[in-house]
């Protein structure tokens, strides 16, 4: 897997890289993970709002993409071009699933979650240590804040994730 901690590896950048991991796919001690969050997830069930103008997991797995996305961006001094959805920040959903298109959609949309995460790992494992209390191209925030960032903002997106199945069966 990229960006995964080996011996040369400084100790700072290991535990970013802990973090961003246990956050996002790796069993911790305070409950499911964002990438588990999603596991047996139907297209229906990503697309499920709880009220009108309320955000489903279909978005949440978006913006979780986008932000890993625009963080990697910053870190790595790249453009911030646009991710293969239409939007920033949040991103739509289709308004109810297409049968097999929606099942392929559903999963093109965990796919670019995971192909965010492992290229936000990469550049994180080579991201140079004495710039990590720098601030970050584009960003009033340092490369350790956003980094960190990320990892919270997967944990809480996780969380949002777990209430909102909960509410689907109440």
Do not use: C
């Amino acid at each position: 897997m990229p960006g995964r901690r080996n011996r040369s590896t400084p100790p700072i950048s290991g535990f970013l890289l802990r973090a961003l991991d246990h956050s996002f796919n790796h069993r911790t001690w305070h409950g499911t993970n964002l990438h588990g969050s999603l596991r047996r997830l139907s297209p229906e069930q990503a697309l499920w709002r709880p009220a009108p103008g309320r955000h489903n997991i279909w978005e949440l797995v978006l913006r979780a993409a986008y932000w890993k996305y625009a963080s990697r961006q910053r870190l790595v001094r790249g453009r911030r071009g646009q991710l293969p959805y239409k939007g920033s920040n949040w991103f739509p959903s289709p308004s109810r699933s297409l049968g097999a298109a929606g099942a392929l959609d559903w999963k093109q949309v965990r796919s670019l979650l995971q192909q965010t995460h492992d290229a936000l790992l990469e550049a994180v494992a080579q991201y140079p240590p004495v710039r990590l209390h720098k601030p970050v191209h584009g960003s009033k925030w340092s490369a350790f804040d956003t980094i960190f960032g990320v990892a919270y903002h997967d944990i809480y997106h996780a969380g949002q994730i777990q209430l909102l199945k909960r509410l689907q069966k109440a």
